[in-house]
């Protein structure tokens, strides 16, 4: 976004009215207001990293397919999946040979790990997305440095308050970097494959296109470019418009929320999660932060800014849409995401792509625990037992947040 609280005005002014008449259906209102919001905020994309200055001309596959994803030409998700087994073992001369051979394996592992026993995902791979998150994040277009290039962990950026409740996740993806960065595998494209493969396993998430080649920089990134969870709307406007993200890709990312449960913003409410439905991928988060969801479900305040400005406030009601809001939310955040995991990245065109090697897409969830999650949402009992905690494993079930 070039700086939205100003150009973004402009823009809808420019914007081509839209003219209903007898017999135009809503859905086709819909339909023609969106792909007109679509090309207004399509003019105001900006380029980051190398595809900034390289020309068309000197533009890999890779580097014009990132281009069309970032300028809201092309969809960032993928269907394509090897479901083949990998060439060869982990280190074998066969495996070294495939580009994305290594990066199968690690997908497995990391698909174990994400995957709850009750059919949502679990607190790592919650954990996982924020770390993606935060990696990333630390990054502006006058910042200089930082950005996606595994510094969270490479130095000491875990110390700092922002990244409280990552350490089960940090402790596990440092084992994977020591495990497979032997094969040429950065920990900034571990931490951000491991964010891809995290949001597909959670039911109902999109399967985002997963690029590999980052650098690494073991250099802290810089402070005080995370967003808070008492921000008002234009501070986390500006500070996402400074990372080149927009209002409209600015809500698509927040509802990641929807995965969550909060440890440390209130910590008398330990384990309580952002909507009704924590572990699933759904949009649930969008009209439960507006609306009255059950005692337990709490609210960022935050969040509600968003949910009420009216730079944002559109979108947010378009994924509210229990039917269209799923399928357009998706397509959103990878999107949106595809741009947050390349911030500060500088060699966009050399990239390499291994999609492939994600897990299959999970496109419905159905629960029997459901019911004791409503009632332990609903307040009923303050406890988890034994077994509700196994079956839908609220405790520890955290995005750390």
Same mark, same amino acid.
């Given at each position: ?13 420019? =914007? ?41 001309? #000197? ?14 030409? #092309? ?7 090897? =479901? ?21 394996? /690690? ?15 679990? #607190? ?79 039911? /109902? ?30 501070? /986390? ?13 600015? %809500? ?27 572990? %699933? ?15 337990? %479900? ?9 949910? #009420? ?93």
């Amino acid at each position: 976004m070039k700086t939205l609280s100003y150009f973004s005005y402009a823009l809808l002014a420019c =914007a081509p009215l839209i003219e209903a008449h007898p017999g135009m259906g809503e859905k086709m209102m819909y339909e023609m207001k969106r792909a007109a919001n679509k090309e207004r905020r399509a003019a105001s994309k900006e380029l980051i990293g190398d595809l900034a200055t390289l020309a068309d001309s #000197k533009l890999t596959t890779i580097g014009k397919d990132i281009k069309a994803i970032l300028l809201d030409q #092309k969809n960032a998700e993928s269907s394509e999946r090897d =479901a083949s087994i990998p060439v060869g073992a982990i280190g074998s001369a066969a495996c070294k040979a495939d580009l994305c051979c290594h990066w199968k394996w /690690l997908a497995y592992e990391m698909t174990a790990k994400f995957n709850g026993t009750s059919g949502r995902c679990n #607190k790592f791979a919650r954990q996982a997305v924020r770390l993606g998150f935060h990696d990333a994040g630390v990054w502006s277009k006058t910042s200089g440095y930082g950005g996606a290039d595994g510094s969270i962990l490479l130095s000491n950026e875990m110390t700092r308050a922002d990244n409280n409740g990552l350490a089960a996740i940090a402790d596990q993806t440092n084992k994977w970097y020591t495990k497979y960065n032997q094969y040429g595998m950065s920990m900034a494209d571990i931490i951000q494959f491991g964010a891809n493969v995290a949001t597909v396993v959670c039911p /109902l998430g999109p399967r985002i296109r997963s690029f590999v080649g980052r650098k690494d920089n073991s250099k802290a990134g810089p402070t005080g470019l995370l967003p808070g969870e008492k921000d008002s709307a234009d501070t /986390l406007l500006k500070l996402f418009s400074a990372k080149t993200i927009d209002a409209h890709d600015l %809500v698509a990312l927040v509802g990641a929320h929807t995965t969550s449960q909060q440890h440390f913003v209130d910590t008398k409410r330990d384990g309580d999660p952002q909507d009704t439905t924590p572990g %699933v991928w759904d949009v649930a988060f969008y009209p439960q932060t507006t609306n009255n969801p059950p005692p337990r %479900v709490l609210k960022f305040q935050s969040d509600i800014n968003l949910s #009420k400005d009216s730079r944002t406030i559109g979108e947010w009601q378009e994924f509210s849409d229990r039917n269209a809001g799923q399928n357009h939310w998706n397509e959103d955040y990878a999107k949106a995401y595809t741009r947050l995991s390349l911030l500060g990245v500088n060699n966009i065109n050399d990239l390499k792509e291994c999609t492939k090697v994600l897990p299959v897409m999970r496109t419905s969830f159905v629960s029997e625990d459901q019911v004791i999650l409503d009632r332990w949402l609903q307040g009923e009992f303050n406890q988890l037992n034994n077994l509700v905690d196994d079956a839908i494993q609220l405790t520890g079930v955290t995005s750390g947040k």
